[in-house]
């Protein structure tokens, strides 16, 4: 039979034990948590997830097939607490699946101070993300615009020509490039800002 104290120390290992495996859960999951939205977004950029456009090398040499071109449309935004106008260039331009297409983005500071914002994108229908492939883009990088000030960023991307193979959206004609500007803090949007204000449109 077990005496008191052998009993005791049984009872301590136990609960020092289910504490260690409560601890290791507990961090195990706060680093799940940290890592999901990193994660989250390589998935998106990877697979085209969520209308997240690929990035990407310009398109090899053609193989001779030319596809029917498509529309793609451009909208841009600004939150309301961002004093930037954003517009591109041209509200659309007709893409050729396999081709680089070049479109500029203006934007101008408003406002009577300094302000930094970062631009960040989603490419509607959601499916036709995987097929939209940008080579050069201004977004998801910081950029601080003096009072008044303007630049200009370019897009240079194309359409994959496995988009006319997709038995869902192979036969769509359009799509559309949306972008919202955002104050930016440590290289990341705001998160207060939710709401943009549409600026142009197409």
């Not at 020092?16 to 507990?26: E, I, K, M, S």
């Not at 914002?117 to 509607?124: D, E, K, L, S």
Request: aromatic share 10%; proline share 7%; with cysteine.
């Amino acid at each position: 039979m077990m005496d008191a104290g052998e009993s005791q120390r049984r009872r301590a290992r136990g609960a020092r034990r289910t504490v260690l495996v409560c601890v290791g859960v507990v961090l195990g999951m706060g680093g799940l948590a940290a890592a999901s939205a990193p994660l989250y977004s390589l998935f998106c950029k990877a697979t085209g997830f969520n209308g997240t456009p690929l990035v990407g090398a310009a398109p090899t040499a053609s193989t001779g097939e030319v596809s029917a071109p498509l529309t793609v449309r451009f909208d841009t935004n600004v939150a309301k607490t961002l004093s930037w106008r954003f517009q591109p260039e041209q509200s659309s331009v007709d893409a050729v699946p396999g081709q680089t297409a070049t479109v500029f983005f203006k934007v101008t500071n408003t406002g009577p101070t300094a302000s930094t914002g970062i631009a960040v994108f989603n490419v509607q229908p959601e499916l036709m993300g995987g097929y939209f492939v940008k080579v050069q883009c201004f977004c998801f990088n910081e950029h601080t615009l003096q009072p008044g000030e303007s630049a200009e960023f370019p897009l240079v991307f194309y359409v994959d020509p496995a988009l006319r193979k997709d038995p869902d959206i192979g036969d769509l004609s359009e799509m559309t490039l949306s972008y919202t500007y955002y104050p930016s803090k440590n290289g990341a949007p705001v998160a207060e800002a939710a709401k943009p204000r549409s600026t142009t449109n197409f």
